[in-house]
């Protein structure tokens, strides 16, 4: 158990409907990560969020969008939705002080499935 | 553009010592870490550092644009997807992961 908790587990939605993805992140970590792994694909980085501050962006569409709040839990918001945005999408997070011991714990994931 | 590269797959035989190779683009780049995907389930981190490093049957070697993941003694059930990422501290720190590896292991 990396102490990373995401809700829901499994998401069953239809095309066009918007869904939202929780996490929250290890106690005292400030750093919060997103990525997508679709079938067969790696994990594929969308966006980072530190204190409360987007922090970094990968390859996120425009359709999603994420926020951390000031408890520090984080949402990820996908709109729109489309067959190919079904995934397994990860929440990381991370002391997020800039020093060096930056590993990420990884949440056990929410299994979308868009119908 | 910060990128990490490593194979997409490599193949290995029970017992034998297995090297995943990776290297990258990221500017100051300080640390490695390798992480263990087993599809499904939540990643998690195998050995990092910014010098050479192990972790029970895990080694790790350290260049400064690149590194090798080494699995000792390597056995059916450490099949699975292989992440090498690289951190950036200077500025907004940020970790650019590689595509995984895919390690089959032969009986």
């Known amino acids: 158990d990396s102490g990373v908790t995401q809700t829901p587990k499994h998401l069953i939605t239809a095309t066009g409907q918007r869904v939202t993805l929780r996490c929250s992140p290890r106690?005292?970590?400030?750093?919060v990560y997103w990525y997508q792994q679709s079938l067969d694909q790696g994990l594929q980085f969308l966006i980072q969020?530190?204190?409360?501050?987007?922090?970094a962006k990968g390859n996120i569409l425009e359709r999603f969008s994420a926020q951390q709040f000031p408890d520090l839990h984080s949402e990820l918001n996908l709109s729109s939705l489309e067959l190919g945005d079904s995934a397994l999408y990860f929440c990381?997070?991370?002391?997020?002080?800039?020093?060096?011991?930056?590993?990420?714990?990884f949440g056990p994931g929410t299994r979308l499935l868009v119908l | 553009k910060d990128q990490v590269f490593q194979p997409s797959t490599v193949a290995s035989s029970e017992g034998a010592v297995v090297e995943i190779f990776c290297n990258h683009s990221?500017?100051?780049?300080?640390?490695f870490f390798w992480y263990l995907h087993f599809p499904g389930c939540a990643p998690r981190l195998l050995v990092k550092g910014s010098k050479p490093s192990q972790q029970g049957r895990y080694n790790m070697t350290y260049e400064r644009f690149s590194s090798s993941l080494l699995i000792l003694q390597v056995r059916e059930a450490d099949a699975a997807v292989y992440y090498c990422a690289v951190y950036r501290c200077a500025n907004a720190g940020k970790s650019t992961f590689g595509d995984g590896t895919t390690l089959t292991v032969k009986p």
């Open positions: 969020y530190y204190n409360g501050e987007e922090r």
């Open positions: 990381a997070s991370s002391p997020g002080t800039s020093g060096r011991e930056e590993t990420q714990y």
């Open positions: 106690s005292g970590d400030l750093s």
């Open positions: 990221v500017s100051n780049a300080y640390n």
